[in-house]
Every structure is written in structure tokens, then in C-alpha cells.
């Protein structure tokens, strides 16, 4: 089989035709669940979240998932404890660990229910685990945030042989709020800290001065929302910590499941080694809590979650309040390393170096790169959605990123439910994230860095737009806690219509914000480059279905701009000849069906250009 170039007015009118899947518009319904705070985890070819509250599901394709685990009932299968969820983490397992210094010292009983603040309770209170399996003793781990009030919360690991459970309870991997201020469930405010690992990871026999404050939340931080990866070299790595001092970063061991005690941390100041005296909002590095990666000055930030994808560690965070109207909304930022230092695409850094409000309207600063906001009339949904957040993200092994999140809604309610959506890697090294529901897959990103899925006509059309700007209206303090639907919805990002033209024009009638132009910017594959405005949009074009529809395929770009603003488009119908690698087939003994460059299926006897297994051949 050898390759031919048409440059003949046959060849050329083939490479114009376009012809599209006739769509059916049926809608369909999926099997949702509400997990808050959805953290993602394969086993084989089943999928299982894992949420705050013990909110548990499993799905075999991303999209139609079912409960299990029983949540926080009587009928709670996730503990090996019979005695309940709630005193699940009442006796540790591991008895003894190595110290900060090699040495193995005893590693007393930690019960995360009496370090809890006075009067607080398990239930109600598990919030945001991540599961993960180790690689070297193939259980799953379990880390979960008992959180308590006045910062007087930690992370436990628990592990299991099933991932389904029963988990038991192996002991602490951090503990915050030890300064002395506030009783526990179990023993008074007085020396605190001599209840938790301090020792054993320090080597400190009394309260470090820097601990020692009234103001631990603009300092220190609240110890929940672990994420636990392993980073290129092998490490067992967590990120954890939710607005107040910060996102922090610590190495776990493998074996244990527990904190890497022998892996110590100097104390830094901006980077720079310091003396331990007083607390100080520019820690950067300090020898209990590990390595600040982001956020700090209790600016909002929460839910962290890394991922290596291509060449880059990603660091996903969500800002604002968690409810409808409170701004909640997911930003990235990347790193060479797995403890950065994660920048968004202006450089700037995650670390804060001082209070700045972060989300919504008021914002005074537009730091990481934002995935999605507020919107609503898009494809075939029926609510809008809004604060989608709290995210996690699965890499299979082909490489492909999946976007797992909860989102709520425009409905004057707080109703929850998850979502997945494709992830994609851009030309400049930054995600994008597909407009539409994980539906299964239709684009690879090998396919997008190794073939061109359009040509030029058929990428022109007509188009629905969607913008996300980077500062969207919300309310604040107490009034973001009201649910207000006529406010949700009048708040909301909505669709606007476009034409893309072959010719690289885009034009839009009713708003000249988006008039501009548009390229593919490598020969052989599917990186696209928008210009609306002035602005600069770089992205991908795919193919993917509308979700809540039976088999409703679109041709899709999603792109953002270098200050992290994501546009997404669409419009029904994607290319049946989209190929542009024609070949010349002497004697074929193909078995696929061949298609004309109508779209219509052709007997095997047909003579001319046809379209094979997804490829042009000529048929002499």
C-alpha cells in the first residue's frame, strides 16, 4: 500500500465535503449520586468515590454509579470495628514507629475522637478522605479528616485488603490546633500537644513558641483534606490543609501508610532557613507541618489535589465558600516537581504572601487558572449548575485525565451531585477541561497530539460559545449561605452563538467580545488556537457527545487563556470522513464497512476515494 497526495479538483472537493452523524436527541437519564468532596480511585474496571459524611459509591463506566458502604447509618460496612463508625478510630493498630531520628520509639494510642474539641462528634464530622492503594503491600489506604472545631482536627490512615472495606484503623498522620487554648473531648487545653506525634517527629519536649498562639488559623494549618499520591520517583506523598495557614505537603511511608518520621523538614522563612522563634505567616517549610505548597494568610482554598499529567504535577485547589451562591470554584496551578512551586500561567505563585480575596466578584486577584464557573443552558441541561468544587482527578493508563467534582445547582436548594469530565493537556502545557459529561471515550490525547480530527471545513459552522470569566458574582460572609434560586439563576454564564468560518474568521452578531480569528497550530494534530478580542485562547478540538442525550455527537473546542480564563463551544454533529491521510489500496482486503465521502456506506466493489477504518484510501 504506498501514499498518494490529490492534488487533482476531485481530490480538493473531497477534502471540503463534510458530511455529518445524523444525531438522536432522545433524552436519558443517568444513575447520580450525591458524594461531597469526591475523591476518585480505580480497581480494575470498577470506579469508587469516596466522600465527606462515609458517602460511597461505585461505577463501572463514569457515568451511572450506585451507593455502597452504607454512609454514616448503623449499617456502615466501611469499618472493621463492630462497634460502629464512631469508634472506628478509637485504637490504632501500629504500636511503634521510627522517630525523626531513625530510632523506633514506642508510637502510643491516639484516639481522634478525644483529640476532637470538646463536644464534638465522629458523626457529622469525617470529612474528605482519599483512598489509595500502596504499592508495596497492596492494601488500600484510607486517609481520613476527623475534623474539630478551633483547628483541634487530624488525618488517620486506615487500611484494608478490599477496597470496599472493612478498614481498620492504623493511627494519626497529622494533628493541628495543639496550642493550648481549647479542652478536647477527653483531656483539658494544658499541654495538648504532648497528646499528639509533636515528639516524635520533632524531638520537641515542650510547645515550640511558634505553636503558642491565639491566632493558629492565620499561622497554621486546620488538618483535613488529604490528598495522597505517589509523585514519578515512587514517593508516597500528602497534600492537606484547608484555608487558614495554608496547603502543606507531606511524605508518608509506604509500608505504614503512616507519616515518614525519618523525612525531616527545616523551618524556613520565604524559602530561607530561620530561626524557630514565633509564629510567622511566611513559613514556608517548618518541621512538624512539612512543606507549604499553597495559599496562606486564611485566604480561602481548600481540597487539594495532585496529579501528574504529561509533564507536569498538578495542583488543583478549590476557592470560595462551598454553597450555591458563595462563589465555590476550581483553579490549577503546575509544577516540574511534586512540591513545587506551583504557578499558574502568569507565573504567580500559590503561596500567598499576604491576605488577598480570592473569588467572586470582589476579587482582588485572578491567581490559578480557572476549569469552570456558574452557567446554565448548555446542551441539553435542564438546571444550571454552580460551585463545582472539591475535585479529584483520575489518570488511567492510557494517560487520559478524567475531572471528578460535586456541583450544585440553580434551584434554590443545596442538592448535590457528581460529575465527570474529560481532562485534555493544550499546546502550552495546561489543562482544558471538555465541555460536556464523561460519556465515554471519544477523544484521546494521543489523538489530539498525533492527528488532526477536522480539517478546516469541517471545523466552520455555527456554534454555541460558553465564556467562564474569571470573576463571577456571588454573595459573601452569611448572605452566601442563603439559597436563592432567582439569584442563581441571574447569576449565571450562558451561551452565546458564533460562526467559525474555513477562512479562520469567527464572527459573532450579537457581541463584537467575540469576533476574532482561529488557527490549528500544528500540522498533524488537534491543538487550536482562538483570538477573541485581542485575547488569546489556547486549546484542543475534540469530538465528544452531549450528555443527556441517547447519541447526540458535537464537534467541541475547549480552550483557556494564558490568565486562566476557559471558553468552551460546540454544535451538533461531527465529521463521518474526518481523515486526512488519503491512500491508495490496490487490493484491499479489508472487512470494515467502507463509506463514499457523502457518509454513505459503498459495497466492496465501489471504485474511487472512500473512507476505511477512519483512514482515505483511492480504490483502483
Known amino acids: 500500500m504506498k501514499h498518494l497526495q490529490l492534488f487533482t479538483a476531485v481530490g480538493l472537493l473531497a477534502l471540503s465535503t463534510v458530511a455529518t452523524y445524523a444525531n438522536d436527541k432522545t433524552r436519558v437519564s443517568y444513575k447520580e449520586v450525591a458524594v461531597h468532596d469526591p475523591s476518585i480511585v480505580a480497581d480494575g474496571s470498577n470506579y469508587y468515590l469516596f466522600g465527606s459524611h462515609l458517602a460511597t459509591a461505585k461505577s463501572s463506566d463514569m457515568l451511572n454509579w450506585t451507593y455502597f458502604g452504607g454512609g454514616e447509618t448503623d449499617a456502615c460496612t466501611l469499618f472493621a470495628n463492630t462497634a460502629g463508625y ?26 481522634a475522637h478525644s483529640w476532637q474539641c470538646k463536644g464534638n462528634n465522629v458523626q457529622g464530622m469525617q470529612w474528605a478522605p482519599d483512598v489509595v492503594r500502596s504499592r508495596k503491600t497492596g492494601k488500600w489506604l484510607m486517609y481520613m479528616s476527623v475534623n474539630g472545631d478551633y483547628w483541634a482536627s487530624s488525618i488517620v490512615c486506615l487500611a484494608a485488603d478490599n477496597i470496599e472495606g472493612p478498614y481498620v484503623y492504623q493511627g494519626p498522620v497529622v494533628f493541628s490546633g495543639f496550642q493550648g487554648r ?12 504532648q497528646h499528639t506525634d509533636l515528639t516524635i517527629a520533632t524531638g520537641a519536649t515542650s510547645l515550640p513558641a511558634r505553636y503558642n498562639t491565639d491566632k493558629w488559623g492565620s499561622y497554621w ?26 496547603i502543606w505537603e507531606l511524605k508518608l511511608d509506604e509500608t505504614t501508610g503512616l507519616r515518614d518520621y525519618t523525612h525531616t523538614y527545616p523551618y524556613q522563612i520565604n524559602d530561607k532557613n530561620a530561626a524557630e522563634d514565633g509564629a510567622d505567616a511566611n513559613t514556608t517549610s517548618d518541621p512538624y507541618f512539612g512543606k ?24 488543583f ?17 503546575r509544577s516540574e516537581n511534586p512540591d513545587g512551586p506551583f504557578v499558574d500561567g502568569q507565573g504567580t505563585s500559590a503561596i500567598y504572601s499576604r491576605y488577598e480575596l480570592n473569588y467572586g466578584n470582589k476579587s482582588v486577584t485572578n491567581r490559578g487558572m480557572k476549569l469552570m464557573g456558574a452557567y446554565a443552558g448548555w446542551g441539553s441541561m435542564t438546571r444550571g449548575e454552580r460551585a463545582q468544587g ?37 499546546e502550552d502545557g495546561w489543562l482544558v477541561t471538555a465541555p460536556f459529561r464523561f460519556t465515554g ?14 480539517s478546516a471545513e469541517q471545523i466552520a459552522g455555527t456554534y454555541h460559545l460558553l465564556k467562564h470569566p474569571y470573576q463571577q458574582t456571588c454573595r459573601y460572609g452569611t448572605d ?131 473512507i476505511v477504518g477512519g483512514k482515505k484510501v483511492v480504490r483502483k
Request: glycine share 10%; charged share 20%; hydrophobic share 30%.
Open 441 to 454: 471515550k471519544q477523544t484521546t490525547q494521543k489523538q489530539i497530539e498525533s492527528e488532526r480530527l477536522f
Open 86 to 111: 464512631a469508634n472506628a478510630y478509637n485504637t490504632q493498630k501500629i504500636t511503634s514507629v521510627k522517630n525523626y531520628k531513625g530510632e523506633t520509639v514506642s508510637f502510643g494510642n491516639f484516639n
Open 221 to 246: 494549618p486546620n488538618c483535613i483534606d488529604p490528598c495522597v499520591f505517589y509523585d514519578k520517583d515512587g514517593n508516597l506523598l500528602m497534600s492537606y490543609g484547608s484555608w487558614s495557614g495554608g
Open 182 to 193: 481549647y479542652d478536647h473531648n477527653v483531656f483539658t487545653k494544658t499541654n495538648d500537644w
Open 480 to 610: 452566601g449561605d442563603k439559597l436563592d434560586a432567582p439569584f442563581s439563576k441571574a447569576n449565571a454564564q450562558k451561551p452565546v452563538t458564533v460562526t467559525l468560518s474555513a477562512d479562520g474568521t469567527v464572527s459573532c452578531p450579537s457581541n463584537a467580545d467575540y469576533d476574532g480569528t482561529w488557527k490549528f497550530t500544528q500540522d498533524g494534530k488537534s491543538f487550536i488556537t482562538l483570538k477573541l478580542n485581542g485575547w488569546d485562547y489556547s486549546g484542543v478540538a475534540i469530538k465528544q457527545n452531549i450528555d443527556g442525550y441517547k447519541d447526540c455527537p458535537a464537534t467541541c473546542i475547549t480552550a483557556t487563556s494564558f490568565d486562566g480564563v476557559p471558553v468552551w463551544l460546540y454544535k451538533e454533529g461531527v465529521p463521518t470522513t474526518g481523515i486526512h491521510e488519503i491512500q491508495a489500496d490496490q487490493n484491499s482486503t479489508k472487512v470494515q464497512q467502507a463509506y463514499n465521502l457523502a457518509g454513505m456506506p459503498v459495497s466492496d466493489s465501489y471504485k474511487g476515494i472512500v
Open 292 to 315: 507549604k505548597i499553597a495559599g496562606g494568610y486564611y485566604v480561602s482554598g481548600e481540597g487539594s489535589f495532585i496529579r501528574h499529567i504529561g509533564n507536569y504535577y498538578y495542583l
Open 317 to 333: 485547589l478549590s476557592y470560595g465558600g462551598l454553597n450555591p451562591n458563595a462563589g465555590y470554584v476550581m483553579r490549577v496551578f
Open 390 to 426: 472539591h475535585n479529584s482527578v483520575l489518570v488511567d493508563n492510557d494517560g487520559d485525565a478524567f475531572l471528578v467534582y460535586h456541583t450544585k445547582f440553580d434551584d434554590g436548594t443545596d442538592f448535590h451531585e457528581v460529575r465527570v469530565h474529560p481532562l485534555f493537556v493544550n
